[in-house]
């Protein structure tokens, strides 16, 4: 069950506030009681000394005990140096004499703790006591001031909870604002919070940055697609109509075989949209040891029948390694068979396709035409073709390619050759290195 963050916080603060409160009730208890122990055991010190210097007078007086009227919650007595009482009060009359001994004792009397002290001289002994229970009073006193904080802690927590409310109301704009705000939005969420939740707006907005652009790459994606589709689609329909008029056996067949043609171009356009768009929706890949021999062997065979039928020849050049240790094999290899694919649909028959993998990079070479310079910036752009190509295609397979070398921390390249053709590079990207990858 989920709870507040005012009540979290509150609650927090309860834990944490009490057991402060706790000991500092104690610490104040321990040190109270040693500055008072301290102050009266100094009074009883000097009230003793002042009674001491009195005893040459009650020695040349009386030798009958004099008795003083009690003092609250204290006892006086005073003996001779033969342990004879010259002074007492009632209470001191319950107090033994002690010859010669000075300090403290502490003593029962009528079910009373008294704190005594002892001063002895040549002249006598005298005895200044206390009880126990006025130093607690005092302590007391001092201790009740402490619970006061009782009283004061609700109002508080109050304030707490009000403050805090006060400082999560920008939390409460912007909870706002995100359900007021349309899926396509953009526009950043204000920052002005507080610093502690500064960097979950940060992540927030990065988040919003995502979710429209993926909007926007669906819809340009959609849009793109249905463009793409009508063309054969409609095509189809036309050749559909053609088999349905023409009597002659042959004529039908061959007319059959170029709705067969065109089927076959629909689904290979189908296959690429839903292999971009699930390349557009991954971030990271589940990566492993790469066997590049394997990936470029398996790829040369999907293109091999393609190749034969144009008489071209397909040259691997394979280092003991390639460009990348771990990757995804299945993806790796989609992209060297559109690469390869597209040089040999492009190149002149009876041509040479090369790829070269190395540590360093991988590298696709052909002898076609290659591309003019004004177009080469938009070579990789979604359902984009060159003007002036014969070669049929759907300006996919270089967007493929691009999307898993992104994945993949590689830098795709091309230029024309000098010799004619073109050139297609693949390297790692420079701030990414082997320890990087996933």
């Known amino acids: 069950m989920s709870s507040s963050l005012r009540g979290i916080v509150g609650r927090q603060l309860l834990k944490t506030i009490t057991p402060l409160w706790l000991l500092a009730c104690l610490l104040v208890g321990l040190l109270a009681h040693h500055e008072v122990s301290e102050l009266y055991d100094e009074q009883q010190q000097l009230f003793a000394r002042q009674l001491y210097h009195t005893l040459p007078q009650l020695k040349n007086g009386s030798t009958d005990v004099q008795h003083e009227e009690n003092a609250d919650h204290q006892a006086v007595a005073i003996w001779d140096k033969q342990a004879r009482a010259l ?21 029962l009397h009528d079910q009373e703790i008294w704190r005594v002290y ?32 009782l009283l004061i802690l609700p109002l508080a927590m109050l304030a707490i909870w009000w403050a805090l409310g006060r400082s999560l109301r920008p939390l409460a704009d912007i909870r706002a604002q995100l359900q007021q705000r349309r899926t396509d939005d953009d526009t950043p969420l204000p920052t002005d919070v507080p ?4 960097p979950l707006i940060d992540a927030m907005n990065q988040l919003i940055g995502r979710v429209a652009n993926t909007l926007q790459h669906e819809r340009r994606f959609t849009a793109d697609a249905a463009h793409e589709l009508r063309s ?57 040891p790469l066997s590049w021999s394997a990936i470029a062997e398996n790829a040369v065979a999907e293109v091999a029948a393609a190749a034969a039928q144009r008489a071209t020849r397909i040259e691997l050049q394979l280092a003991a390694s390639g460009p990348l240790t771990d990757g995804d094999a299945s993806l790796l290899q989609l992209l060297l068979r559109n690469l390869l694919d597209n040089a040999v649909r492009y190149s002149p028959p009876g041509s040479q396709v090369q790829l070269q993998i190395s540590p360093q990079q991988l590298l696709v070479l052909d002898n076609g035409p290659g591309i003019a310079d004004e177009y080469l910036a938009r070579i990789g752009e979604r359902f984009y073709r060159p003007p002036g190509q014969d070669a049929s295609g759907s300006g996919l397979g270089l967007s493929i390619v691009g999307r898993i070398a992104r994945l993949h921390g590689l830098q795709l390249a091309w230029h024309n050759r000098p010799e004619g053709g073109l050139c297609v590079t ?13």
């Not at 056996?249 to 699930?278: M, N, T």
């Open 87 to 107: 002074v007492a009060d009632t209470d001191g009359m319950q107090l033994s004499p002690r010859p010669g001994f000075t300090g403290y004792v502490t003593s």
């Open 118 to 149: 002892y001063y002895s001289g040549e002249l006598g002994t005298v005895a200044v006591a206390q009880e126990e229970s006025e130093r607690w009073e005092l302590m007391r006193g001092m201790l009740l001031t402490q619970l006061l904080w």
């Open 195 to 198: 610093s502690e939740i500064r």
């Open 232 to 288: 054969p689609l409609a095509g189809l329909r036309v050749q559909a109509e053609l088999v349905q008029l023409l009597d002659d056996p042959a004529a039908r067949q061959v007319a059959i075989g170029k709705v067969l043609a065109s089927v076959d171009r629909a689904s290979h356009l189908v296959d690429e949209l839903l292999a971009l768009s699930r390349l557009e929706q991954q971030q990271t890949l589940p990566f492993a």
């Open 426 to 438: 693949l390297q790692p990207t420079p701030a990414i290195t082997q320890t990087d990858s996933p």
